[in-house]
């Protein structure tokens, strides 16, 4: 299972540092080895090479430098190995440095089998190769938790069931309209789900923390963005007319950046450029042709009610999922550094982005989503990261994997959301890295599909979800992104990081 939160890092090996370089089966290194245990997904490793093995490694690649070296003086391949020891030391010290830290991760990695979830945390720079004596370096190395795995079979469920009515399919039919209705400016009050052209300004004790400016939004009772929810925005701005000034307050959260800021109330001045009302388009033959040629009012009504039920299928698979991780996490009290929750919540907010628009939810649903999971972004990823870290080791021990053909539904799902081609969207996700994600996403619902199969399910009724939420791309408290940590790494760390990539 390929890791989503293995840092993924080519690592700058010197070509003469590469395997084929170096001699053929090589004698194991003699190797003392301590690690520590800071925390459950902390290593702190020190590994001391001995001093025969040093000697051994120079003379091996001062035997393979002799039948070229250049000395003043000599022809090539021809100057005493005292000369070309001397000579070439600094340069075949490096060479040696770097087959030995490659050789000896190696080595620990065979050995001691860390499970690990980011490169190590190895300066190569900062270390040098001792003259006299034993080679020592250390380093520091995130793995995955160990955990006695959860007993998941025979779990008890609920599932939410609903059956859709026309009034169900009237209300989505008119969201759907609305993308496509006329804009008309309106001269008198505001009123819920017109639009509105805003200015907003954000403010702390008169010192303003950000803006927004001249942003077309629609009047829901909610406003939703990154770091807060205004839950009073529509009773605040419903009635007020274009010219007017209307003003309200929001808490900050405990996610913010600035912590001087967390728990503390901001001012909003949210100054109505514009109002719009919309007129919906005549479902007539022409207006079904260009929404997506269908044959009649009825024909996209049955494709609206595929589209809710697609929707309840999402929120069923997530209720399902929210009660595994539930049962199977009780337990897991493992300790997860800060460090590593910020630097893979933004992993986690792409995976879930992934699966909504899969589902065929709109923009601004995934907006509003997205919002709620960066509001609580450190508590969303440590439960992600413990349910990651449990259906990894069911995937492991069941030999669940993502085949190509898995990639291709998968794909072609996104495409028909997105109106795109599954080729572009297949570019898309390779260019930003996410092909990992996907697969995370492929697997994930494979184990949870298993765990399902030898569960047992109760049918529960649930209602349709109010939509009443406006959700904007915006921070009130903007982040700095350089300040999000990054595994740090050096020499060849990939093998270390083999036992948690199977990819």
């Not at 120079?58 to 001397?86: I, Q, S, W």
């Not at 720079?125 to 938790?145: A, N, W």
């Not at 010219?243 to 109505?272: A, N």
């Not at 085949?403 to 794909?411: F, L, M, R, S, V």
Request: hydrophobic share 35%; aromatic share 4%.
């Amino acid at each position: 299972m390929s890791s989503d939160i293995t840092d993924e890092v080519t690592p700058d090996v010197h070509e003469t540092d590469a395997p084929e370089n170096r001699p053929e089966d090589p004698i194991r290194l003699s190797l003392e080895v301590e690690v520590e245990s800071p925390g459950d997904c902390q290593r702190h490793v020190t590994v001391t090479v001995a001093r025969a093995d040093i000697d051994r490694y120079l003379d091996n690649e001062l035997g393979e430098l002799m039948p070229t070296a250049e000395v003043p003086g000599f022809r090539p391949g021809r100057a005493p190995r005292e000369l070309v020891a001397k000579r070439f030391k600094d340069e075949v010290s490096d060479k040696v440095k770097g087959s030995l830290l490659l050789d000896s991760l190696e080595q620990v990695s065979e050995d001691h089998q860390f499970s690990a979830i980011s490169e190590p945390d190895l300066d190569i720079g900062s270390v040098e190769l001792p003259r006299e004596g034993d080679f020592t370096f250390e380093f520091d190395i995130e793995v995955r938790p160990e955990f006695e795995l959860p007993e998941w079979k025979g779990l008890e469920l609920e599932r939410p069931v609903r059956e859709f009515n026309s009034e169900d399919v009237d209300e989505r039919l008119q969201r759907l309209l609305t993308r496509y209705a006329e804009r008309k400016t309106k001269d008198g009050p505001v009123a819920l789900n017109d639009y509105l052209t805003v200015d907003i300004a954000f403010k702390r004790e008169g010192k303003v923390l950000s803006e927004i400016e001249g942003k077309n939004i629609q009047l829901k009772p909610k406003l939703s963005l990154r770091d807060a929810q205004i839950d009073d925005f529509g009773s605040v701005v419903e009635g007020a007319n274009a010219g007017d000034v209307c003003e309200t307050k929001v808490t900050l959260g405990d996610q913010v950046p600035d912590e001087s800021l967390r728990g503390q109330d901001v001012d909003l001045e949210i100054d109505i450029l514009e109002v719009q009302h919309l007129e919906p388009p005549e479902l007539n033959q022409e207006f079904l042709d260009q929404i997506g040629g269908f044959t009649d009012e009825g024909d996209l009504r049955d494709a609206v009610l595929d589209e809710l039920k697609r929707q309840l299928e999402y929120r069923q698979n997530q209720r399902i999922r929210e009660q595994i991780t539930a049962v199977l996490t009780s337990a897991a009290d493992w300790e997860l550094p800060p460090e590593l929750l910020e630097r893979q919540s933004n992993r986690e907010l792409q995976r879930a982005l992934m699966e909504l628009r899969s589902a065929g939810f709109d923009n601004d649903a995934i907006q509003a989503y997205a919002n709620t999971l960066q509001q609580n972004s450190m508590e969303s990823t440590r439960k992600a990261l413990k349910e990651h870290f449990i259906f990894e080791r069911i995937a492991e021990d069941e030999n669940i994997e993502a085949a190509d053909p898995d990639y291709d539904d998968e794909i072609q799902r996104i495409a028909l959301q997105s109106d795109e081609s599954p080729r572009r969207v297949r570019a898309r996700l390779e260019k930003r890295g996410q092909m990992d994600t996907l697969s995370n996403q492929i697997v994930e619902r494979k184990v949870i599909e298993l765990i399902c199969s030898q569960a047992t399910f109760s049918e529960v009724e649930v209602e349709n979800p109010i939509e009443d939420t406006t959700a904007m791309d915006h921070a009130i408290v903007p982040r700095d992104e350089s300040d999000i940590p990054v595994a740090k790494h050096g020499g060849d760390a990939q093998a270390l990081q083999q036992p948690a990539d199977r990819s």
